[in-house]
């Protein structure tokens, strides 16, 4: 069976670091080793306006946004597929077949829809497309019969919803669709990144994001007013690690060799956390060192967004022609769907069969 990978965002802002650790750097990842026989990384403008349809423009302005940072990040074209959903109708064919195997009860148990409905303020306003979201997306993997999922941890229940509705399919019609598998990022502290803010999540909203898009004086500016641990007031008290953002982000992204690099001091995080929790180590000492790691990861994404930005025919021309294989790859899987169901009338002129 070939491997394929199936992702993607919602184009409602730039990328942050915690998509980066969360699940950008685990695709370039993947894309780079070899093991994959298609990967298709999707721009999700369709579920984006799912709670965004009285503002398409802010959705439209943020494909090229999310593009750029794909490529900045190392998405490579010729490798992966890069498309934007709404240019592959297919999708909402499929959706709305499946539509009928999922029931309302089923979607109104789904966590991150729960979640969601109350972070939205929906209560009694829920409009229907957003609600019927989970169902788009299982018709999103299975539609490129994807094997890999690679998301950030708050996918897990959609992931787990189009795995029931790839089962209940296949038993209703007849092995057709692909079960798929999803793929966390090994290391605990990119799960969920928490805000510079400490709060549990980096969001637009919240104002609380490092951008992959920020200048390397922005980064700094952020870091350097980071959150920290609270009860951590003279350099001399002993501190939290636990639970501090400085060190979840230094957990996310630091390795050994930062430290020959930058802070020779100490071998390891190991050893840095040990000081801090011992007491006689500054706050600013930690971020310094933070700021530097995350400047030397970020600095060649910044360089080479700045190289595709001055060639935005050449990304155009990128997620147009992957449109038009994503839609290629789609329309397959439709009509092996069509005939499991038995509505692919016009097909051999079945419907006089
Ligand atoms: N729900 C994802 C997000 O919020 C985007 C998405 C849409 C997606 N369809 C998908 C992710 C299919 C993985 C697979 O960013």
Redesign the pocket.
């Known amino acids: 069976m070939e491997k394929i990978i199936?992702?993607?965002?919602?184009p409602t802002g730039r990328l942050h670091v915690g998509h980066y650790v969360g699940s950008l750097k685990e695709r370039v990842r993947l894309q780079n080793s070899g093991l994959y026989d298609k990967i298709y990384i999707?721009i999700?403008d369709a579920?984006a306006l799912t709670d965004n349809a009285e503002h398409p423009e802010k959705v439209r302005n943020n494909i090229m946004q999310v593009a750029l940072d794909y490529l900045a990040c190392g998405i490579d074209p010729e490798k992966s597929t890069i498309f934007i959903q709404s240019t592959v109708p297919e999708l909402t064919e499929l959706t709305f077949y499946y539509m009928n195997l999922v029931t309302v009860a089923r979607v109104q148990r789904n966590p991150t829809v729960k979640a969601e409905i109350q972070m939205r303020n929906f209560a009694q306003s829920i409009p229907v497309g957003f609600f019927c979201y989970p169902i788009s997306?299982a018709a999103?993997?299975t539609a490129f019969r994807a094997t890999t999922?690679p998301?950030g941890e708050d996918?897990a229940p959609?992931i787990e919803q189009c795995k029931e509705i790839v089962k209940k399919f296949n038993a209703v019609y007849g092995e057709t669709l692909t079960d798929p598998e999803m793929v966390l990022p090994g290391n605990a502290a990119c799960l969920r990144l928490p805000g510079i803010d400490g709060k549990a999540k980096m969001s637009k909203s919240l104002g609380n994001c490092i951008y992959l898009s920020d200048t390397e004086e922005d980064i700094k500016k952020k870091i350097m007013s980071m959150f920290t641990d609270p009860t951590h007031l003279r350099r001399e008290d002993p501190g939290h690690t636990e639970g501090n953002p400085v060190f979840i982000y230094l957990d996310a992204f630091c390795r050994d060799e930062h430290f020959t690099e930058f802070l020779p001091e100490y071998k390891n995080l190991d050893e840095l956390k040990e000081h801090y929790r011992r007491g006689g180590l500054g706050d600013v000492t930690v971020k310094k060192f933070l700021n530097s790691v995350i400047q030397s990861e970020l600095r060649p994404i910044r360089e080479r967004r700045q190289m595709w930005e001055g060639r935005l025919p050449e990304v155009y021309e990128i997620l147009r022609a992957g449109s038009e294989r994503a839609r290629c790859a789609a329309a397959e899987t439709l009509r092996d769907v069509r005939r499991a169901m038995k509505i692919d009338y016009f097909e051999d002129g079945n419907l006089l069969k």
């Open positions: 199936l992702t993607g965002d919602r999707m999700a579920q997306q999103d993997i999922v998301v996918q959609m």
